[in-house]
């Protein structure tokens, strides 16, 4: 296991390399730059647009800008962000623990709202629970994520129970611990569920089908053949083999979480790395995108790997040679 976690980390190398390459020339070939615009600004005078020009090298070849990014990538620093006027690494730092805490909070309520309602509806198939929650699942599949967080932001505000948006209330800094742990929660939560319910859905689904097919293999029909408590055919050997395929689809999720949280993050005014890069982007700050997209593709790797050493260890049929 060890030299297969290795051989992927070694992988990874020049897959971002490739990554940040296509999107550094993709940034570049589209119309316009961040100082294009600073040029209809007629407080900033030409000399001083050009000086920033030929102090980050951007009146220099294409090749020759990235391989100077990239020298200083192996230095740990991201460059300099033209929007916000500080390092790259001081922008993201911040948006980035936010961006984790809010998908981690989708990740835990998906997973632990989707696995039990399959494994349900899978023991009760075609029965009116069974019925009902596939219709939900249904109608959560088809609601857009926004349109959710718009409807649980009109919710809040006609009830008063959680706070409309941002991450923290205005007296945050005079809270004890305990305290700004329940109101961080509190904010995250209509961003979470928002985030979550199409996911719910989608996995809901996949997990009854699974559970489905394991219940009715031959070695399902010989354990209970042989007596064994049902609960334990259940949750000790249908389970770990239905949820394989899950395990899987969680190494995708962190990337998607991350895409997918953009246009919430807005709605609900979270100050995560999704509607950074969103800003990033229109803005045409180039070095803030690449950090960004970089930090995008390392998610997906890592989540990739995690998933496959879990279903190594989940199940003793796979080894990774």
Known sequence: MFRYIVKRLIITLPLLLVMSLLTFILMQKTSGSFYDTLKLNPQISPETIERYIKLYQLDKPLFVQYFSWLKNLFHFEFGYSFFYNIPVVNVIGGRLWNTFILSFASLLLTWAVAIPLGIYAALHRNKIADRVIQFTSYIALSSPSFFVAMLLLFFASQSGILPLGGMRSANYDDLNVIQKFFDVLSHVLIPALALSIASIGALQRIMRGNMLEVLGQQYILTARAKGLPENRVIYSHALRNAINPLITIFGYELSGLLSGAALLEIICSWPGLGALMLTAVR???????????????????????????????????????
């Open 283 to 321: 803005s045409k700050d180039i070095y803030l995108v690449m950090a960004s997209f970089l930090m995008s593709g390392l998610l997906l790797i890592i989540g990739n790997l995690l998933a496959d050493i879990l279903l190594s260890r989940l199940d003793p049929r796979i080894r990774h040679e």
